[in-house]
């Protein structure tokens, strides 16, 4: 950085960065989020102990987070937004209060807090400046939304169900389908898609450039990975060909918002008055199916009593030379799914003992995987 005057004007020269000269910590950016399914595992163990729910949105959240290091432009001793480091900076002031509070940080997901206190228990994840509450002991007000996810509770039955109704409205608003007829499968029947079907002539390359396919795809992955995983392949299967869409790959795309239209009403649901609390992990393989690659695709489903927390859809990265290889591949993505919740079962055992209690769930307990095909188990 220079100084300089010009007719009376003191200015800084704009080669270096406004802020944060001097400062070891400037490129530090790193600020964690938790996994949707963390989130889910939170809703189902509320919905297993009948808590309550909680919503707070911090406002200017940002600028309560305090500057390291030398700051020579203006002094700054407070974050401000725009900054590169605020999210961290406001993530660090945050873990630091809560601590003082008495909550403890998951170490499988950073973004989670416990706080145990005598008979007071209550889980709280943390998405950047929206903080949700899960308690049996505190006379809170029903949650009703977050992230785009609407949570509807009933106390009468002890269940919590999430939907993404309104965004899914929304959705199809946006891409002009608010009128199409519903249709029964995500996938036509027999749907079988590739690269070599991209546009063939320049009227197809014309109509493809005002088609919003990869804004679609995108939105339509959201909602998968939230709470629709009756979706989460073929929103898989579309975006291998976002790179070059032609109008089939347009076309498939309709009628997955076509089956959305019919079955909007959807929902995840986690109730207490299922004592059968273990996690059960499901898992199967199509092999060689990808028409440019030969690649298999694998999938998994986790489920924590009758409502599912994890689930994953997805192209393997080699091909499988046999249809044994291929459920191998994803019996071993699947394992590590229960895993990682079960370690944050574990943790959230102080806010939830019902959790462990019913499923004896720990991080070395055994856990159920059930593959499809007969030669894995023989082997």
């Not at 591949?329 to 590590?336: D, G």
């Amino acid at each position: 950085m220079t100084f300089g005057a010009v007719e009376g004007v003191t200015h800084l020269s704009r080669t270096q960065p406004l802020w944060g000269i001097g400062d070891p910590h400037y490129d530090d950016t790193y600020s964690p989020t938790f996994r949707a399914a963390t989130l889910r595992t939170t809703l189902a163990a509320a919905g297993i102990e009948d808590m309550e729910l909680h919503s707070v949105d911090i406002s200017a959240a940002f600028t309560n987070g305090d500057l390291e290091g030398s700051h020579l432009l203006c002094r700054l001793k407070k974050s401000l937004y725009g900054l590169k480091q605020a999210a961290r900076q406001w993530n660090k002031k945050l873990h630091s209060v809560l601590l003082e509070l008495g909550f403890t940080r998951l170490q499988s997901d950073r973004s989670v807090y416990i706080y145990t206190k005598g008979e007071v228990r209550i889980i709280m994840p943390v998405y950047i400046d929206n903080i949700t509450l899960a308690s049996q002991n505190t006379a809170l007000l029903s949650q009703t939304f977050l992230l785009g996810v609407e949570i509807i509770c009933d106390r009468a039955n002890h269940s919590i169900s999430l939907s993404q109704r309104q965004y899914i409205i929304d959705m199809l608003e946006r891409y002009s389908m608010a009128d199409c007829n519903p249709v029964g499968t995500p996938l036509a029947p027999g749907t079988k898609l590739s690269k070599t079907m991209h546009p063939q002539t320049q009227e197809e390359i014309d109509y493809m450039r005002t088609v919003p396919y990869l804004s679609a795809v995108g939105s339509l992955n959201y909602l998968s990975t939230m709470t629709r995983l009756d979706i989460s392949y073929a929103v898989g299967y579309l975006g291998r060909f976002s790179s070059n869409p032609g109008p089939r790959h347009w076309a498939t795309v309709k009628h997955l918002f076509r089956y959305l239209k019919g079955s909007m009403d959807y929902k995840l649901t986690y109730s207490g008055k299922d004592t059968s609390v273990v996690f059960d992990t499901y898992c199967d393989a199509s092999h060689g199916d990808c028409l440019d690659s030969g690649r298999s695709t694998g999938g998994y489903l986790t489920v924590i009593g009758r409502g599912a927390i994890g689930w994953l859809s997805k192209l393997q990265p080699i091909v499988a030379l046999s249809s044994t290889e291929a459920e191998y591949m994803v019996a071993t993505e699947a394992a590590k799914s229960p895993r990682s919740c079960g370690c944050a079962t574990s943790y959230m055992s102080l806010a939830s003992p019902s959790m462990v209690l019913h499923a004896s769930i720990s991080t070395t307990s055994p856990l159920s995987a059930l593959a499809r095909t007969q030669s894995t188990l023989d082997e």
